[in-house]
């Protein structure tokens, strides 16, 4: 599903006339060496600017992301379409993530919302209590990055390091991560009271 997320970044960012199908294939070539995010590549060749493609991308993922779950949510009986239509009004005039929108409007626990999300997206939902974190990673992240993006490093094998987040679905994060550790990035989705839990205790 990544994946072909990110094939469909590179469309969109040619549909824009930001790059060009030449430059898509050379950073997809790249991409495949050395393991960085399509994102990541085409901001180290010159093809775009980082504030071009987080425009795009932030832009692109919260129309797929706010169908999506809306939708996800409606079919598994969570929300009626009316309370969707309120959410979605709710964040345009806040400008939050629908499903925080959702469980502030009380129409969705945040619990059945990140059971819904991780289901959608087939990614691992962690809980965080009592969990026996590793000191020498969380270094590596700053105390303002993790607050700022709401993220907890939790674990690394062969130099990817999983990551609970309360919006998995969002690459623009996860790629400035990249960015401050150089490192490959794994996200699993965690509820946003236990993150911000965590990182006080860390901190």
């Known amino acids: 599903m990544l994946q072909r997320r990110r094939k469909k970044i590179g469309e969109i960012l040619i549909a824009q006339g930001l790059i060009s199908n030449e430059q898509l294939m050379r950073a997809l070539q790249e991409q495949r060496q050395s393991g960085m995010s399509l994102g990541s590549v085409l901001i180290k060749q010159g093809y775009i600017s980082e504030e071009e493609l987080t425009g795009v991308l932030g832009r692109q993922i919260q129309l797929d992301q706010r169908k999506r779950i809306g939708e996800v949510l ?68 700053p105390e303002e990055i993790v607050r700022k993006y709401r993220v907890v490093p939790i674990f690394e094998q062969n130099g990817v390091i999983t990551v609970a987040m309360a919006d998995p679905t969002n690459l623009r994060t996860i790629d400035h991560l990249k960015f401050k550790t150089g490192r490959e990035i794994e996200p699993v989705i965690a509820s946003e009271k236990s993150i911000l839990t965590a990182i006080d205790n860390l901190y």
């Open 74 to 141: 409606i079919d598994q009986g969570l929300i009626t379409s009316q309370q969707l239509q309120v959410g979605l009004e709710e964040q345009r005039n806040t400008r939050e993530q629908l499903g925080r929108c959702l469980v502030k409007l009380g129409f969705i626990t945040e619990g059945k919302l990140i059971d819904a999300l991780s289901a959608q997206l087939d990614i691992q939902h962690v809980v965080l209590d009592n969990f026996q974190f590793d000191k020498k990673l969380v270094g590596l992240f």
